[in-house]
């Protein structure tokens, strides 16, 4: 697996999807990243740096961000390959993309709860990320109904690179 790129806290981009608040927007600058840098999107917001806009139909140029959080939102996508797509889109090459994803087969409550692992592994693939950390935590949620908690990080990798072999990026992560 290929070596991350150093973090940046001082100079990168960051976007945080789904935020609600602008305290998801504080929690990042404590890690060291520059108010002026850091992002949020949501459907809803009263907030100057939280733009209302769509994970799955993003506003923002190509190659605009080097870090994208989304904590407990991608779920909510209806179409969760296009998020992903989008997310790889304004990420630069060799971006970080940090996620959770909660499956729960059994709920009604998000589209995305219904979409195993191993889809959205393969959606993160076809959108050029390598996943360098998956973990998963089995909960049961307030309806009584058995889930589980996924936790990606990926980077985008470059393309440009010619020593990029596609074959190289894995197929899964085991947790």
């Not at 945080?16 to 840098?37: A, D, K, S, W």
């Not at 209302?52 to 923002?60: C, G, L």
């Not at 998020?83 to 959770?100: Q, T, W």
């Not at 973990?135 to 996924?150: A, C, L, M, P, Y």
């Amino acid at each position: 697996m290929a070596s991350l790129p150093p973090a940046d806290p001082a100079n990168d981009k960051v976007l945080v999807i789904g935020p609600r608040t602008i305290q998801e927007l504080f929690l990042v600058q404590c890690h060291g990243y520059r108010p002026q840098n850091v992002l949020g999107i949501d459907l809803y917001s009263r907030h100057p740096r939280i733009l209302v806009d769509n994970m799955e139909d993003m506003k923002f140029k190509d190659d605009r961000f080097d870090f994208v959080m989304a904590c407990k939102t991608i779920t909510y996508a209806d179409d969760l390959a296009t998020a992903i797509s989008e997310v790889a889109r304004v990420l630069k090459p060799g971006g970080r993309f940090v996620f959770n994803h909660t499956f729960s087969p059994g709920s009604d409550h998000m589209p995305g709860n219904k979409i195993p692992s191993s889809v959205v592994m393969g959606f993160l693939r076809d959108a050029n990320f390598e996943v360098y950390h998956h973990t998963v935590s089995d909960t049961v949620n307030k309806g009584g109904n058995q889930q589980s908690q996924h936790l990606y990080a990926a980077r985008l990798v470059d393309l440009s690179n010619p020593s990029f072999d596609r074959a190289g990026l894995p197929e899964s992560v085991s947790a």
